[in-house]
């Protein structure tokens, strides 16, 4: 790769392809840092999959060099695939209060004891060899966000993280835009900017805009209210149960997220629950329906989520009553529309009120819309651009709007990951790339799971299979017992009985014909009865289910 | 049931519970009116399916009684069950110009002869029987819509169809509201209307809005222009090829149903293509590329439409070049949203220009909003009210906007598929239900595919399969061959060696176990085969595929 040290080379390994699994390395003179650490979710065709997360096989080769990951905020994105990195790398993780709160019960989930988690406040500067690596506050949709500067002897390189800039914050955390300006003003060699929202015009609201919202509910509302958002937005939380409690209502919390981040984000300081408001689930029994709130995971319709478990009465202490009032806070994220409004159907189907997006204002965004991005850009005043945080689209529109800014176009770097930008003080250029790519978790598996498999659950899932066996004797090569035939996910029994007894015909017709001929050979035998079948049942069903042929000899 | 001659019965057999699948049945005087027959398609969890249509056990008990199916306008989730639903009842059927010009040809593709279709005009007045039919101007996103108005002695029965209200229509239909005034004059005794939009405020566009885009466009663009639509938005279609007509680009066409439903549309008059405008995509390369526009199919991001094939580079004769103008005329609908967001995605790395609605004003709907609805409603001022065309949600709100507008709640009828209605002249009431549900098409199956199968193929969808083949010998009782193991959809066979020697070794173990206790039960043994490798599975995964165990005696 012909490697200089005197370079900075910025290597993204996740985030620049899809919203999701979030993380950079920084490479200078034989010293790598990380910035996040991050998981996607599953695209519809991973069929199965529970997470996504980097291939860090360049990380793996770079062992030695790594100094250690620092963490921009704690959602799943930017967190999420540490068990499974710090399996392999074991390096120093820093981070702020909720961010490592949030990442300790990870790794206790995961059994990884023995990791260095550090502490660092918004404002601190710490050394990791060549990085002298700065936390700066920033806004996002989850409590205790940071921007970094990395500071290094050829230049500093600003990386946002998801941010959105909010003027009336609810913890009163403003985003350190003076700090940013200072840097601005000082030289930034290099801004990695979130790209999220820049497909949308304006700014996204303030979150006390929502609280205006809930102020208006909790005021009407005669029954009980059910309040459902992201576990993660602790500010929403406060809201919802700043509203309880100034309305007189108990709060009731469901859902495994929602009771875990609360009592982190309690224990850090990052959320204030007055004393006695929260009661048990159990002791709902003894308030009005007007005392009470729930506030509930399922805000994008997960099917094993506590509101959509409300929805389909599958909840063991919670059901949905007539009058019950609940409010999506969210909005859909893009592929779980139809899940979203599943549950939306279901709860009216049950008599309750439903209040969502295109009704109310219950939700605003946590990335920085176009006149946001545009002040970020203003005020750090990068040499060069690089979008990150954003599918192509997204990275392709950020890069335009910096070249609407003024940045010249070859100073903008719109790429892909695992792709390589080498920095000089003032040169930077594509250098190759490492390998990268998504390494589907499933189970106990870390990437046991690829191409093949998914293509057979694909092929599984459409048409179902067929299964046929056939004991053949040694001495004379003919049938001695079967063939049997057993179907799975591809017609009802009981309406195929017919079929089965033709595809019994064809297959026993198949391997006649290969004994005449005299082919004892398995692999030609079964691929008779693969050809035959396939056959058959397209002619018959115009469907094409899996076809496994077993053979075995006695 | 007690069905007395004198009370007019409507019963909705499809669109009540989701978009998609409209068909109403109204019952008179033991007559029959069918109004529309459509289908729907799969939702997620439908593995393999391909589309759905309303469950007709009721109308085939029925089938003497019924005097025709009206159709309101062409779109598939108002004809596309014809084919399925025709096969089992004959009947006569009745729809516009290119409404019937689309039936025929889905009838031609199913070889379905003999049929009798016969055209109506806007203002036309049919007798069936107790019900005299008016076919009335409407406007939706697909030329020659009709809504439909039932005349009986009861009174009239007034079904809106899908609508939008457009006070400047492409080809100049204006929707009939004088018409429909007069009818709410003389007195609607009930009426049933497109709830699609009722979420939202304000009013639709006009589609002549997007004209206007459309001539922005092309006036600017220096490249190819490609534009995806719905095919069967002729007025869209239309547009486009006046805004290539005037700006002197010849049209090529691709997509199977773009280019039928051009076909059809200009036979039947709904469509004025200028001589030689339309050239064969073999005479494409005749023409520099500020000569081309490209109308495609695709605009939903479906994986074998053409769009989506020239985005990954699988389209036999065309490819996207950098500086093609892509334009997605249309709006995701709900659970499309990433597979339009993969092909804008792969346009964007072809080096594409893409345009979709987040950027320009290039879709509108077909359906009315908020202030449209109420129009409707005050203009034909009906007695009683069933909202359709929606999911719960919508009908819902469809409900209480009609209530806001005065109509008492008792009069309002939000109910589900399958519910019977009664009428007399001054009374409304529910009354049973009959069979209604989704029939599910597989190939050439129609309801052959049901829960068990769908839930084994999402079994095998999420974890895969493992075959266990065993041979026992009938004299002994002992194992003559096998444990045989085959996966598929599980792990990587390479991997998961050891795995499966594992896997044989515990059958072994079990078998054995059943033989010293002298078991010969198949089922027995099968389902200790399946409980061991249950155990060894999980423990060893997490994973839970789906295990066929399969024993043979010689």
Known sequence: MGRKPTKIRIIPLGGLSEIGRNMTAIEYKDEILIIDCGLSFPEDEMLGIDIVIPDITFLIKNKEKIKGIVLTHGHEDHIGALPYVLKKINVPVYGSRLTLGLVENKLKEHKIPEVHLQRVNAGDMINLGVFDVEFIQSCHSIPDAYAIAVHTSLG?????????????????????????????????????????????????????????????????????????????????????????????????????????????????????VPEGLIIDINEMDQYEDHQLAILTTGSQGEPMAALSRMASSEHRKLDIKAGDLVVFSATPIPGNEKSVTKVINQLFEKGAEVIYESLAEVHVSGHACQEELKLMHRLANPQYFIPVHGEPRHLRQHGKLAEKLGMKSENVFVIQNGSVVEFTKDHAKLAGSVPSGRVLVDGLGVGDVGNIVLRDRKHLAEDGLMVVVVTISKETGKIAAGPDIISRGFVYVRESEVLIDDAKKVVRKALDGCEQQNIREWAVLKSAIRDSLKELLYEKTKRRPMILPVIMEV
Chains 1, 2 share one sequence.
């Open 156 to 272: 500093i390189i600003f990386h946002t993280g998801d941010f959105k800039i909010d003027y009336t914050p609810i913890d009163g955390q403003f985003i350190d835009l003076h700090r940013i300006a200072e840097l601005g003003k000082k030289g930034v060699l290099v801004m990695l900017a979130d790209s999220t929202n820049v497909e949308r015009a304006g700014s996204t609201m303030s979150e006390k805009s929502v609280g205006a919202t809930f102020e208006n509910i909790f005021s009407k509302a005669k029954k009980r209210i059910i309040v459902a958002t992201f576990a993660s937005n602790v500010h929403r939380v406060q809201q919802i149960i700043d509203a309880a409690h100034k309305h007189s209502r108990k709060v009731v919390t469901s859902g495994r997220s929602m009771i875990n981040i609360i009592a982190v984000a309690q224990e850090v300081g990052a959320l204030n």
